[in-house]
């Protein structure tokens, strides 16, 4: 059974950093790529962060560039999302995705991404 389980979600203040890991039962998320997406109550799942398997490439929303780090530990076979300078604009549901594939590319559809982890939490407050 493929399962995705996300952990290290919680709570910050305002200009702190977080950082989440993806692990996977059922397969080895080494050969797929990997992605973030994340839910703000009230609004639709967006695309945070995505990983190439095939060639090490990654991709980042509009909102996160420069401030998250999406890298692939393949020691331990996990993906980590690593998140600075958050803001209450962060607050939200952060979900790891796959879909079989390799290759992110364009691929910031929900639809895109057949299996996800149950979500995980995070935070940003004073």
């Known amino acids: 059974q493929v399962q995705l389980v996300e952990s290290g979600g919680g709570l910050v203040q305002p200009g702190g950093s977080l950082r989440l890991s993806c692990a996977a039962s059922?397969?080895?998320?080494?050969?797929?790529?990997v992605g973030w997406f994340r839910q703000a109550p009230g609004k639709e799942r967006e695309g945070v962060a995505c990983?190439?398997?095939?060639?090490?490439?990654?991709y980042y929303g509009d909102s996160v560039k420069d401030r998250f780090t999406i890298s692939r530990d393949k020691t331990n076979h996990t993906v980590a999302l690593q998140m600075d300078s958050l803001s209450a604009e962060d607050t939200a549901v952060y979900y790891c995705v796959t879909g079989g594939f390799t290759r992110c590319g364009s691929r910031w559809a929900t639809s895109d991404y057949r299996y996800w982890g149950q979500g995980t939490q995070v935070t940003v407050s004073l």
């Open positions: 059922g397969f080895t998320l080494d050969y797929y790529a």
């Open positions: 990983h190439s398997s095939a060639d090490e490439s990654t």
